[in-house]
């Protein structure tokens, strides 16, 4: 089966630049949507078909996918965006949909 | 638009559970729909999905042959009946709406609050 890899976690001091990494083999050519659960929430939709963001979603998040990996970039970094980060794709060979292990953001 | 689920609890290894998921604010019959379930404390894991039209259903391997998922488009209700179940079962149950009518490819733009399935003796 299809395997997403994230690492467990990223670090980042405020107003600087997170990256978050989702590791396939040949994800570049699947589409890759990318969710934010805080704690105790729901998660939430904040990056769609690899790049594209909901209305209310701030335009500091963004995603981008090529390779074997996808990667969201959240500028000028916040307190309140400290969560968990997944990634999903659809995987065609089983017909099943695949989340990452997820990626915890701290914000330093 | 809201996701509200219901029908979790505790139950002993090798009974069911049938969830509910009551869907409003949106045209239910539109979307497709899934199940993700989530330990406390860990990462989420995509259940079983079904198309608009209840034409298409996919499940996980792991629940294969012993969860079946279904929809009401009437009720504006998804269901997830829970046969069979085991200790690893025992997650937080998210309902989620798909953005397209087909289980492939569309995200999920809408998720409930979840309903906790507690499996043990």
């Known amino acids: 089966s299809y395997v997403l890899t994230q690492p467990p976690s990223v670090s980042v001091a405020p107003g600087k630049t997170a990256r978050i990494t989702c590791g396939g083999n040949?994800?570049?050519?699947?589409?890759v949507h990318w969710y934010q659960q805080r704690p105790g929430q729901a998660p939430v939709l904040i990056i769609y078909y690899d790049g594209d963001r909901p209305s209310e979603i701030p335009e500091r998040f963004s995603g981008s996918n090529s390779g074997n990996t996808a990667t969201l970039t959240i500028t000028r970094v916040e307190a309140g965006d400290e969560a968990d980060f997944y990634c999903?794709?659809?995987?065609?060979?089983?017909?099943?949909?695949?989340f990452g292990g997820g990626t915890k953001l701290t914000v330093l | 638009v809201q996701l509200e689920e219901s029908g979790g609890g505790l139950v002993q290894p090798g009974r069911s559970l049938r969830l509910s998921c009551a869907a409003s604010g949106f045209t239910f019959d539109d979307y497709a729909m899934n199940w993700v379930r989530q330990v406390p404390g860990k990462g989420l894991e995509w259940v079983s999905g079904i198309s608009w039209n209840s034409g298409t259903i996919r499940y996980a391997d792991s629940v294969k042959g012993r969860f079946t998922i279904s929809r009401d488009n009437a009720k504006k209700t998804l269901y997830l009946q829970m046969n069979s179940l085991r200790p690893g079962d025992t997650a937080l149950y998210y309902c989620t709406k798909g953005q397209g009518a087909t289980i492939l490819h569309s995200a999920f733009d809408i998720w409930g609050q979840g309903t906790m399935a507690t499996v043990s003796s």
């Open positions: 040949n994800v570049g050519s699947k589409t």
């Open positions: 999903q794709v659809w995987d065609s060979s089983s017909d099943h949909w695949v």
